[in-house]
């Protein structure tokens, strides 16, 4: 962040300076100097030069003293006054940097542009930083460089002229040899043959590293198979190559016959384009990465990160909508007669897996689970696996960046309205970003689970499936114990015979007997582990675990109920999930950062929640409100096409089923802050349109899970929305969820938090 250059409102002084500071130097700020002969050393404040200074050039030499723990190095030109000005910044630390920002009151400051340092820089050493203003145009160069580290336009300058100063931070800098002045004619000619350019570091010789990563890619090798049920990772290095690097005979499903010799190796899980969501990557999100000149959240080093990532893959991310991935995969004899899934937890955003050259599953969005049967198709021996993504599936929106409402302060264009939902995630978002995984059983196996938690004990829908193409009758028992310290809560129950269907399921409602649990909170985190068990003649067939927590989260007139008592929604958002979704050291330390600072809720904004977010916020103590995939949906005109509101519906809905045991989700939100109800006042058959929609989501949303509130949108007030209330939600008898979410913010709705 670029925090330094606090220029005071203080009183202004003239101060005698070195021979190597021409001209007449004032002091702004409680700036502390210390005069040699050829330098003059500051601190907690500035010297300028307030001779006009407008297209020209100020180059100055710095340096901090050797035993300093980190490099603060700042300048500014275009001081009008000790309020604006264009201040830059040479920055060791924690993110060592070159930035350049418009400093001014009342809301215009305005941060231009950063270049991350490769190395450095050092205390001790002296720096050399030039500035170079045209116009609205700046250039920032380091040292002898001839191409500069920042190049920015600034196209809402407001002033155009002003003086010079050195200092500005609060630790000690040393500073000699200031210089400026206008630009000569063969300056200005170098400036602007720059043009767009800027200081790159030497390139990589990208085929070589992408050699001796094919070269050290393994096959996954399983020597031995789990012998009842089990999860096998199929996370780590797979084969990637883009469609436009493809032959045109290239037949990449294929399971014989290909060589991949010349692919590229990608990490799975990750995108392979740039994942900063809303407000991580502001100011131009990462359509700027490349330059890095606008690209910009709260962490400088977390867009670096970003952009070393995907520029470190050894194909043009930039270019590439789509591509291929494969995984070769060695397997026992013992898969023969087993039941298989091949499972991807998420993939960005329309994909076709192939196993051994036959198609076995495909998917459009970007956030359900892909479950894909492979148990006719895998093989003992050497399998491949062939999964084909296009990351960038929705054809130019005629008039894609026409402005159809403002959300808050995020303006909602109609390419965001048409697109495949996908969260405040970046548009291109692309590639298998969940974990992936195949999950060996018997062809009799339990299935999908819900349990239903009371306070004293639980009901649970338990899914029976056969494999087989004969029936089969098998025994189903349970048991629940403690998750962490595996104490029983219920022994074994008397087992029930089932009957299954060949090549069926059959859904088996088991209900518990009165138990006494330690109830789940934020405040107790307690988790238990139900046991399910099948049996057929004196043989275990299968075992699943099933994870939960004995709580109720409930509405009583005004009050929200958690475990039967009022609780207050005391929160905050949003979390780093959009940054680093599969991170589970991450997500644990943050929820326990999080309760420290006694946030108890959350919601899932910007993208749902990932397992290993729920997981962390089930075990750390942590409420969270389930919010949507398409945030903004239907804000303004006609809802989107009935194709892609059939993805959304289809894929939201399935999220519901996958997270719907974890007992930190207290509630689901359709989406982020739809507010047609606002928008669409004065049109009610279009108002009415919409609310169809809405209605049928909730709807649904009940069938997958009767046992949660639900809030129609983020902002959804019924009192702020009389009209859709009186004229269409009440005589349409539509659903309109359980909870009135004022959704105001300091500072965006609201000058303070007494006006809530």
């Given at each position: 962040m670029l925090v330094s250059c606090v220029f005071l409102r203080s009183a202004v002084a003239d101060v005698a300076m070195p021979a190597a500071f021409p001209g007449k130097w004032v002091t702004i700020g409680r700036a502390l100097l210390t005069a040699h002969a050829e330098s003059v050393t500051i601190a907690n404040g500035s010297v300028a030069n307030m001779a006009p200074f407008g297209d020209g050039e100020f180059t100055f030499r710095a340096r901090m003293p050797a035993n300093a723990d980190q490099v603060q190095i700042w300048g500014a030109v275009r001081v009008k006054d000790d309020l604006h000005r264009y201040v830059v910044g040479l920055r060791g630390g924690r993110e060592p940097e070159v930035s350049f920002a418009r400093y001014s009151p009342d809301a215009t400051a305005k941060f231009l542009g950063f270049a991350p340092l490769d190395v450095g820089p050092t205390p001790g050493h002296w720096y050399t930083v030039r500035v170079?203003?045209?116009?609205?145009?700046?250039?920032?160069?380091?040292?002898?460089?001839?191409?500069?580290?920042?190049?920015?336009?600034?196209?809402?300058?407001?002033?155009?002229?002003?003086?010079?100063?050195?200092?500005?931070?609060?630790?000690?800098?040393?500073?000699?040899?200031?210089?400026?002045g206008p630009l000569t004619d063969a300056a200005l000619t170098a400036f602007n043959s720059v043009k767009d350019q800027v200081w790159a570091p030497p390139s990589v010789d990208k085929d070589a590293v992408r050699r001796s990563q094919r070269a050290a890619y393994v096959p996954i090798r399983i020597e031995q198979l789990p012998p009842v049920r089990g999860e096998i990772s199929l996370d780590g290095n797979w084969l990637f190559m883009p469609d436009q690097d493809l032959g045109d005979a290239t037949l990449p499903q294929a399971a014989a016959g290909l060589s991949d010799q010349d692919w590229h190796v990608i990490a799975v899980p990750s995108f392979w384009t740039?994942?900063?969501?809303?407000?991580?990557?502001?100011?131009?999100?990462?359509?700027?990465?490349?330059?890095?000149?606008?690209?910009?959240?709260?962490?400088?080093?977390?867009?670096?990160?970003?952009r070393t990532r995907v520029d470190a893959q050894t194909f043009d991310w930039r270019r590439t909508k789509s591509g291929w991935y494969r995984q070769h995969l060695d397997l026992p004899a013992g898969v023969s007669g087993r039941q298989v899934h091949l499972v991807f937890d998420a993939v960005a955003k329309i994909t076709e897996?192939?196993?051994?050259?036959?198609?076995?599953?495909?998917?459009?969005?970007?956030?359900?689970?892909?479950?894909?049967?492979?148990?006719?198709?895998?093989?003992?021996?050497?399998n491949v696996i062939a999964v084909h993504v296009v990351g960038q599936p929705i054809a130019r929106v005629p008039d894609a960046d026409k402005v159809q409402g403002t959300a808050v302060s995020v303006q909602?264009?109609?390419?965001?309205?048409?697109?495949?939902?996908?969260?405040?995630?970046?548009?291109?978002?692309?590639?298998?970003?969940?974990?992936?995984?195949?999950?060996?059983?018997?062809?009799?196996?339990?299935?999908?689970?819900?349990?239903?938690?009371?306070?004293?004990?639980?009901?649970?829908?338990?899914?029976?499936?056969?494999?087989?193409?004969?029936?089969?009758?098998?025994?189903?028992?349970?048991?629940?114990?403690?998750?962490?310290?595996?104490?029983?809560?219920?022994?074994?129950?008397?087992?029930?015979?089932?009957?299954?269907?060949?090549?069926?399921?059959?859904?088996?409602?088991?209900?518990?007997?009165?138990?006494?649990?330690?109830?789940?909170?934020?405040?107790?985190?307690?988790?238990?582990?139900?046991?399910?068990k099948l049996a057929e003649g004196g043989a275990t067939v299968d075992q699943k675990?099933?994870?939960?927590?004995?709580?109720?989260?409930?509405?009583?007139?005004?009050?929200?109920?958690?475990?039967?008592?009022?609780?207050?929604?005391?929160?905050?958002?949003?979390?780093?999930?959009?940054?680093?979704?599969?991170?589970?050291?991450?997500?644990?330390r943050f929820i326990q950062l999080a309760r420290e600072g006694n946030v108890e809720v959350t919601r899932?904004?910007?993208?749902?929640?990932?397992?290993?977010?729920?997981?962390?916020?089930?075990?750390?103590?942590?409420?969270?409100?389930?919010?949507?995939?398409?945030?903004?949906?239907?804000?303004?005109?006609?809802?989107?096409?009935?194709?892609?509101?059939?993805?959304?519906?289809?894929?939201f809905a399935s999220l519901l089923r996958t997270n719907r045991n974890h007992p930190s989700i207290l509630f689901w939100t359709v989406n982020n802050e739809m507010n047609f109800a606002n928008f669409d006042r004065n049109n009610l058959p279009l108002m009415k349109r919409k609310w169809e929609v809405l209605d049928n989501m909730i709807r649904t949303m009940r069938q997958v899970d009767a046992t949660r509130p639900i809030s129609a949108y983020s902002g959804y007030h019924r009192s702020d929305t009389q009209t859709s209330l009186t004229d269409v939600v009440i005589p349409n008898q539509f659903d309109d969820g359980d909870i009135d979410d004022v959704h105001r913010y300091n500072g965006w709705y609201n000058p303070t938090f007494f006006h809530l």
């Open positions: 170079v203003a045209v116009g609205q145009r700046f250039h920032v160069y380091l040292n002898d460089e001839v191409l500069p580290r920042i190049n920015v336009e600034d196209r809402t300058a407001f002033w155009t002229e002003g003086g010079v100063a050195v200092g500005g931070g609060w630790l000690p800098t040393e500073f000699r040899d200031v210089k400026f740039p994942f900063l969501g809303w407000l991580h990557g502001e100011s131009g999100g990462l359509a700027d990465l490349q330059g890095l000149s606008a690209a910009r959240g709260p962490s400088d080093a977390l867009v670096v990160g970003e897996v192939f196993l051994n050259g036959q198609k076995v599953g495909s998917n459009i969005g970007m956030f359900g689970q892909i479950d894909c049967d492979v148990s006719r198709v895998i093989q003992p021996g050497q909602v264009t109609n390419a965001m309205l048409r697109s495949l939902p996908h969260g405040m995630a970046p548009d291109d978002s692309s590639g298998i970003w969940q974990p992936v995984r195949l999950v060996v059983t018997n062809p009799v196996r339990v299935g999908d689970v819900f349990v239903q938690p009371r306070l004293d004990g639980a009901t649970a829908d338990v899914e029976l499936a056969n494999g087989d193409a004969q029936p089969r009758t098998i025994r189903l028992s349970y048991s629940i114990e403690g998750a962490k310290d595996h104490k029983t809560l219920l022994a074994d129950t008397p087992a029930q015979s089932v009957t299954i269907p060949g090549d069926s399921s059959v859904t088996v409602k088991i209900t518990t007997p009165e138990l006494q649990p330690k109830l789940w909170s934020p405040q107790t985190p307690n988790l238990y582990t139900l046991n399910l675990p099933i994870r939960f927590g004995f709580r109720t989260f409930t509405i009583s007139g005004e009050r929200f109920l958690l475990n039967g008592k009022p609780y207050w929604l005391r929160g905050g958002n949003h979390f780093p999930a959009t940054l680093r979704p599969n991170d589970a050291a991450l997500a644990h899932s904004h910007a993208i749902p929640f990932t397992q290993t977010w729920l997981d962390a916020a089930d075990e750390e103590g942590m409420g969270v409100s389930f919010e949507g995939t398409w945030p903004w949906l239907m804000l303004q005109g006609e809802p989107p096409s009935s194709d892609l509101l059939k993805v959304w519906h289809d894929e």
